[in-house]
């Protein structure tokens, strides 16, 4: 029972061109270090080459948080109960929200997405599997606050952000994210968010630099992206996907190193990259005990209850919408 949907939210000139992908590719290229923020990552062969990249044997994320949601169902109905309105910033996965959704027996299904086909045909697939369940997509922008349909209005909210997608953003973006999806959900309202853990640097960088190549293609799909949509002519073999540890900033870095001083065009600017110099594309912050806590509390959210896969990979947490009690 599909009941609500949107409008487009892509922002494109008279050309069909995004112009927020063409403003930040632009600005991202002129600045030193050069950086092109993440989300670019996401058209739709990148969606694919992600999606590939969740079955990769070296990257854990995902097997160890559905792990997580299918062996704890019972602690799960425990602590959240029935009856919520489950919003999820994301489209949801075919796995991960199903094993969730059985779990409580929630009132309600509300997934909110930028990206409208996506959001829709994962909102399509998850009514039919749920049949009983009123499901209402919302076509927005979780990263500002985001009015929930009105039928969902006098129910209590669980807000769902599995992945660990929030590890992608630096420290000031998560906390106001966190905060936006308190404004979203509303005082009293329970948040289940994935968050990866600190752990061997090698098990680390090999989850974002494997063996088939997989994540060095979804690199490198960005550029092939800019040379697509920008008319671009960025030399591709010139460059290769790099992973990194920052200890400084507990993180995976994904680059995109020039292996030779190249020079080209982006929408008939011109750019130059020396030998060794890189695009910064990604970031995916780690956690320990601790840092997710102090995060989650900046952001207006007090953790209760925290759950680890059998190899302690991944942690799942459920935080409350409350003030906390402290002194003084
Ligand atoms: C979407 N996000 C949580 C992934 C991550 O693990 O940071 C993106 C990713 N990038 C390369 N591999 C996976």
Redesign the pocket.
């Known amino acids: 029972m599909i009941t609500n949907s949107g409008l487009a939210l892509v922002n494109r000139d008279d050309d069909g061109v995004n112009q927020d992908f063409r403003n930040d590719v632009l600005a991202g290229l002129s600045q030193t270090p050069k950086a092109i923020p993440a989300r670019w990552l996401y058209d739709d062969a990148g969606s694919r080459l992600?999606e590939e990249?969740t079955q990769i044997p070296e990257?854990y994320?995902t097997r160890a948080e559905t792990q997580i949601l299918r062996d704890r169902s019972s602690e799960f109905s425990e602590r959240i109960g029935a009856g919520r309105a489950v919003v999820e910033f994301g489209s949801g996965s075919s796995v991960k929200t199903p094993l969730l959704l059985s779990a409580i027996e929630p009132a309600a299904y509300v997934p909110l997405d930028i990206s409208g086909d996506f959001l829709r045909a994962s909102a399509a697939a998850l009514s039919d599997k749920f049949p009983g369940l009123p499901v209402c997509p919302v076509e927005a922008d979780f990263m500002r606050q985001v009015a929930l349909p009105k039928t969902v209005e006098n129910l209590p909210k669980l807000g769902f952000f599995p992945?660990?997608?929030i590890?992608?953003m630096v420290a000031r973006t998560s906390v106001d994210l966190l905060r936006t999806m308190r404004e979203t959900l509303g005082e009293g309202s329970q948040l289940l968010i994935g968050m990866?853990l600190i752990k061997d640097t090698d098990v680390l960088v090999a989850a974002?630099d494997d063996a088939s190549g997989v994540?060095a293609e979804?690199n490198l799909n960005l550029a092939r992206r800019i040379n697509r949509e920008l008319g671009g002519d960025i030399p591709i073999d010139a460059l290769k996907h790099i992973a990194r540890w920052s200890d400084e900033f507990a993180r995976i870095e994904?680059h995109l190193e020039a292996l030779e001083d190249i020079t080209f065009q982006v929408a008939g600017l011109s750019y130059s990259m020396q030998q060794g110099e890189t695009i910064h594309t990604?970031n995916?912050h780690k956690f320990d005990r601790r840092s997710s806590q102090t995060l989650l509390l900046a952001g207006g959210w007090t953790p209760v209850s925290r759950w680890l896969d059998d190899e302690e990979r991944f942690s799942l947490i459920l935080a409350e919408a409350t003030v906390p009690r402290s002194a003084p």
Do not use: Q, V
């Open positions: 992600f990249i990257y994320p992945g660990s997608t590890g992608n990866d974002y994540t979804f994904m990604e995916s």
